[in-house]
């Protein structure tokens, strides 16, 4: 399988979409057998992205019964997997164990045994596949078919994770940066099922510093028009404290004005080089991309860019006058 992979019932005639999933996603990809709900018309959708020993299954479907079958487990796969809701409800059942989960809640699942999960409405919702042996957790038995609900802080931050990952975030990124991404997943997913004492700080000293350092930035772009983007406002926003939010930043070899400076300049950038321009002055660009001194503005613009705002509005910019972005997770 490619690194990414789609499926949709779209592509195939009425008639096709059920044994399509069923053999060309449900028992190649996720390894399960499905039966749709009586009465109503099936759909699905799905994207896979595959990283170095994790697998992250993005999926919508219609109402629907999914099984781990006795036929199924033999192929001796003990991969995990992580299923956080996005939207819907589903009851899950293993190992003599039914959980029902809804929208920000997880359940952890083994392909090692036959289970059941029931679909009752459309959903929407994100697995983590990883391999038995690439995560710690302490005890496995007690770990499977616990509801994790959406207020653990753990649960917070793998989900803010993911979303920043699946906003494009993964498109074109480099193999090492994917690795890096399946090593944090890995990491979140372990503190939250619950680690052993030693993962439990890597993960906090790895995983946990990635996941938050990639939500500050997001935080950041997602307002980046707010003149207030101090290391004391995203603490607030974040329950962290801003000596924090400032040493992550600095880790990550950089500091919290420089990077929220370039995301503005950036923004800027984009603004004044659109070749269908706003009606805006230059002073009313800077202003909207949160700046509060013009002169400074233009001084750092032309010190990040080798041009001035008029020259990049006039298209007239030198060869290395490129933002620079800095959004990777």
């Not at 759909?43 to 994790?54: F, H, Q």
Request: hydrophobic residues 45%; charged residues 25%; glycine residues 6%.
């Amino acid at each position: 399988m490619t690194d990414i992979h789609t499926f949709s019932t779209d592509a195939f005639a009425a008639g096709d979409k059920i044994p399509a999933w069923r053999e060309v996603f449900g028992r190649s990809v996720v390894k399960m057998e499905m039966e749709p709900a009586r009465g109503e018309p099936f759909r699905s959708k799905a994207r896979i992205d595959c990283l170095p020993g994790l697998t992250i299954a993005s999926i919508a479907s219609s109402a629907n019964r999914v099984m781990r079958t006795p036929q199924l487990v033999v192929d001796g796969s003990d991969d995990l997997v992580f299923a956080l809701m996005t939207k819907g409800e589903a009851v899950i059942s293993q190992r003599q164990r039914e959980v029902v989960f809804r929208a920000g809640e997880a359940v952890l699942w083994s392909n090692a045994s036959t289970g059941v999960c029931e679909y009752r409405q459309p959903i929407d919702f994100v697995a983590l596949v990883v391999p038995r042996a690439q995560v710690a957790i302490g005890d496995i038995d007690r770990s499977l078919m616990q509801l994790l609900p959406d207020h653990l802080g753990s649960m917070r931050l793998l989900s803010r994770y993911l979303s920043i990952l699946g906003n494009g975030q993964l498109d074109g990124m480099t193999p090492e940066l994917r690795s890096l991404c399946a090593i944090h997943l890995r990491d979140l997913v372990a503190l939250a099922v619950g680690a052993t004492r030693e993962a439990a700080q890597m993960a906090r000293f790895r995983g946990v510093r990635a996941a938050r350092l990639a939500a500050l930035k997001a935080d950041i772009v997602a307002n980046i028009t707010q003149r207030n983007l101090s290391a004391d406002t995203l603490a607030a926003r974040h329950d962290i404290s801003s000596i924090y939010v400032r040493k992550l930043f600095e880790r990550d070899g950089t500091s919290l004005s420089q990077y929220v400076l370039e995301q503005r300049l950036d923004r800027a950038f984009r603004l004044l080089a659109n070749p269908q321009p706003l009606d805006l002055s230059i002073g009313a660009i800077a202003f909207e991309c949160g700046f509060g001194d013009l002169s400074y503005f233009n001084r750092s613009f032309r010190q990040r860019y080798g041009a001035t705002p008029s020259d990049i509005r006039a298209g007239r910019r030198s060869s290395d006058a490129t933002p620079q972005s800095s959004t990777e997770a």
